[in-house]
Antibody, heavy 114, light 107 residues
Framework: EVRLVESGGGLVQPGGSLRLSCSASGFTFVNFNMNWVRQAPGKGLEWVAFITSGITTRQYADSVKGRFTISRDNVKKTLYLQMNNLRVDDTAVYYC???????WGQGTLVTVSS | EIVLTQSPATLSLSPGERATLSCRASQSVSFYLAWYQQKLGQPPRLLIYDASKRAAAIPARFSASGSGTDFTLTVSSLEPEDFAVYYCQQRYHWPLTFGGGTRVEIK
């Protein structure tokens, strides 16, 4: 069974940084491209970032480009999202998903507030 | 960026009724469109990919069609567990984008 477990969320001040992690199990992580998707409270879904299995390609939403970095450790079977210069409008539940978006974690809440 | 417009914003129906949801893209996404269902407090669940292919374990009452810019998701007979928010997503062009969602509520 595919299992994705996000962690690392919390309360951070505007301008601060946070690193999210997504621990994967139940599938061959090294073979799969991965995504981060977020959802602001009471709002819709927003795709955030993508990374290929071999870390050769990364893609980002314009809203996070230059501030967020997606990465992965295929030995640890973990996906990361380094978030810098956080803004109030980055407040959201952040989900990690497989390439085809057919498996999702339960999400981790990031709150950016002073 | 490809903008996806979903309509209606809210659909009020009774169990057993047919639901028809629309998703329109600002430019062609070929058939690279997916549909998701999301219930309160849960992550989204993939229903449909490649415009018309049901994902694993999705009941046959869910069907979808379309290509290019106009897409439709149909629930043939609503079950109580189908009342939720539905999102479309295009996977044709970076950045990937989602529609704003359609809420299907009990009338």
């Amino acid at each position: 069974e595919v299992r994705l477990v996000e962690s690392g969320g919390g309360l951070v001040q505007p301008g601060g940084s946070l690193r999210l992690s997504c621990s994967a199990s139940g599938f061959t992580f090294v073979n799969f491209n991965m995504n981060w998707v977020r959802q602001a409270p009471g709002k819709g879904l927003e795709w955030v970032a993508f990374i290929t299995s071999g870390i050769t390609t990364r893609q980002y939403a314009d809203s996070v480009k230059g501030r967020f970095t997606i990465s992965r450790d295929n030995v640890k079977k973990t996906l990361y999202l380094q978030m810098n210069n956080l803004r109030v409008d980055d407040t959201a539940v952040y989900y990690c998903t497989t390439e085809a978006f057919d498996d999702w974690g339960q999400g981790t809440l990031v709150t950016v507030s002073s | 960026e490809i903008v996806l417009t979903q309509s209606p914003a809210t659909l009020s129906l009774s169990p057993g009724e047919r639901a028809t949801l629309s998703c329109r893209a600002s430019q062609s996404v070929s058939f690279y469109l997916a549909w998701y269902q999301q219930k309160l407090g849960q992550p989204p669940r993939l229903l449909i990919y490649d415009a018309s292919k049901r994902a694993a374990a999705i009941p046959a009452r869910f069907s979808a069609s379309g290509s290019g810019t106009d897409f439709t998701l149909t629930v043939s007979s609503l079950e109580p567990e189908d009342f939720a928010v539905y999102y479309c997503q295009q996977r044709y062009h970076w950045p990937l984008t989602f529609g704003g969602g359609t809420r299907v509520e009990i009338k």
